[in-house]
């Protein structure tokens, strides 16, 4: 492992903040000429191309975030319509306990008519 304090870096240092090194005036020059090109070819226009007008429909596939979403969207409508329509046994049987006012007891078999309590202890 070599010793630090034998390299002396602050020597180094001082030369480095006495010494002043000024841009000439032909690098300043060029350096604003590259400035001046690179401006000028921005303001030129690239292409003659029309911009395409987009339809209504691809607008709103466009917002709501590509076909792939309007896929998933349309999907779950078509889930919740279903069930909202052909609603399962169990589902059923709670949202009646909810819309009724009788007091009944809720039992298990109830809400999950295929489940056997025999199963559950074994």
């Known amino acids: 492992m070599t010793d630090h304090d034998d390299f002396d870096l602050e020597l180094f240092f001082d030369a480095a903040q006495t010494q002043t090194a000024d841009a000439s005036t032909d690098l300043l020059l060029r350096i604003a000429g590259d400035a001046d090109a690179i401006l000028d070819a921005r303001d030129t226009p690239v292409g003659s191309t029309p911009i395409a007008k987009v339809g209504f429909l691809a607008g709103l596939v466009a917002m709501i975030g590509g076909w792939s979403a309007v896929a998933g969207v349309s999907t779950a409508a078509v889930a919740g319509l ?34 056997d309590l025999t199963d559950a202890g074994e």
């Not at 589902?91 to 109830?110: H, R």
Request: hydrophobic share 40%; proline share 6%.
């Open 82 to 115: 279903w069930f909202g329509i052909m609603a399962p046994t169990g589902v059923s049987a709670l949202t009646n306990g909810y819309l009724t006012d009788t007091s009944e007891t809720a039992y298990v078999s109830d809400y999950l008519p295929g489940f």
